[in-house]
């Protein structure tokens, strides 16, 4: 078994794809528009669906945005410098919410951006140890 993909629902899919592709730096995999269900399925990644989990941006053709809740928490992406990447996202018109530094009561670096619909994207810092286990 293994982890497939998690779903977010977009209020401006075309929003959405730009942060996610020119901000992120991920790659549009698939997309394709369910006419009958007035919705579009968008998926985006840093690899194929084979061999990577995905991201699935969810964007119904009637809803402008949606309600969050207090359940959801957050998407994490390992980088290998929190700080220059807090940098290029910011160069590239991403918001960053929480600049990059140790986390309280750690050590690791991390930092916060948000994506158009206020979803939370925690970079996470991987030393060497961290990417070979």
């Excluded at 929003?15 to 730096?25: A, D, I, K, M, P």
């Excluded at 528009?33 to 119904?60: K, M, P």
């Excluded at 929190?82 to 050590?107: F, H, L």
Aim: charged share 25%; hydrophobic share 35%; net charge negative.
């Amino acid at each position: 078994m293994r982890m497939l993909h998690t779903m977010l629902r977009v209020g401006n899919l075309e929003r959405s794809l730009q942060f996610y592709t020119e901000v992120l730096g991920m790659t549009l995999l698939r997309q394709r528009d369910y006419e009958e269900g007035r919705f579009t399925l968008a998926f985006v990644g840093y690899g194929d669906e084979e061999h990577h989990t995905v991201l699935e941006l969810t964007h119904n053709w009637d809803t402008a945005s949606y309600e969050q809740g207090n359940a959801y928490g957050h998407i994490a992406i390992g980088v290998d410098n929190a700080y220059q990447a807090c940098d290029d996202i910011k160069a590239r018109g991403g918001n960053v919410i929480r600049e990059a530094g140790p986390m309280k009561g750690g050590t690791t670096v991390i930092a916060f951006v948000e994506d158009p619909d206020g979803y939370k994207i925690e970079l996470i810092q991987q030393d060497e140890h961290a990417r070979n286990n």
